[in-house]
């Protein structure tokens, strides 16, 4: 278990370096459909990842009992 909650803090701090990469990345580019289509494309692809990780910390509370 220990490994799998370090994995999901792994996956959501490189998350949060990637959004803020497209923030810098996507600064001053043109609004078009290219451009919002890659930018919706990677926020689409972090949600996924995070609804991924709580429904694998909702799974484990469930297993186990709060004290």
Known sequence: MEKELQRAKDVCREI?????AD???FD?????GRT?????GNQGAAIAALAGIISTLI???DRE???
């Open 16 to 20: 949060a370096s990637d959004m803020e």
């Open 23 to 25: 923030a810098t990345n």
């Open 28 to 32: 001053g580019k043109p609004f078009n």
């Open 36 to 40: 919002v289509a890659e930018y919706f």
């Open 59 to 61: 799974d484990r509370a």
């Open 65 to 67: 009992p709060v004290a």
